[in-house]
Nanobody
Framework: QVQLVESGGGLVQPGGSLRLSCAAS????????MAWYRQAPGKQRELVAD???????NYADSAKGRFTISRGNAKNPVYLQMNSLEPEDTAVYYC?????????WGQGTQVTVSS
C-alpha cells in the first residue's frame, strides 16, 4: 500500500506564498490523475486543483491565477505552488493520486494564513 505524505504547510501572512509537496512511500506507476484538495474547519473537503496525465489542469475558481499545480516524478508526484494567499485559504490540504494500482490520499498538511 502506498502512503502519501504532504509537506510545506505552515503559518503565512496574507499575500505570502507556500509550496506544498507530496511524497510517496514508493514509486507510483500508472498514474491517471493527481489533485490537491482542502478542508477548512466546518466545511466539506473541496477540490483545489487537479492535473491529468496529459498535463491538462483544472482549478477551483478560488485558486485560479494564484495557485499552480505541477507534476513531479514517481516518488514526488505532485506539487502545489500557492501565491497571494488569503485568510480564506486556511485549511488542511490533501494530495490525491489516482492510479491504476489504487486511489491514494495523504494525511494532510495545515495551511494557516493570518497576520
Amino acid at each position: 500500500q502506498v502512503q502519501l505524505v504532504e509537506s510545506g504547510g505552515g503559518l503565512v501572512q496574507p499575500g505570502g506564498s507556500l509550496r506544498l509537496s507530496c511524497a510517496a512511500s514508493r514509486s507510483i506507476f500508472g498514474i491517471k490523475a493527481m489533485a490537491w484538495y482542502r478542508q477548512a474547519p466546518g466545511k466539506q473537503r473541496e477540490l483545489v486543483a487537479d492535473i491529468g496525465i496529459g498535463g491538462v489542469t483544472n482549478y477551483a475558481d478560488s485558486a485560479k491565477g494564484r495557485f499552480t499545480i505541477s507534476r513531479g516524478n514517481a516518488k514526488n508526484p505532485v506539487y502545489l505552488q500557492m501565491n497571494s494567499l488569503e485568510p480564506e485559504d486556511t485549511a488542511v490540504y490533501y494530495c490525491n493520486v489516482d492510479s491504476y494500482s489504487g486511489d491514494y490520499w495523504g494525511q494532510g498538511t495545515q495551511v494557516t494564513v493570518s497576520s
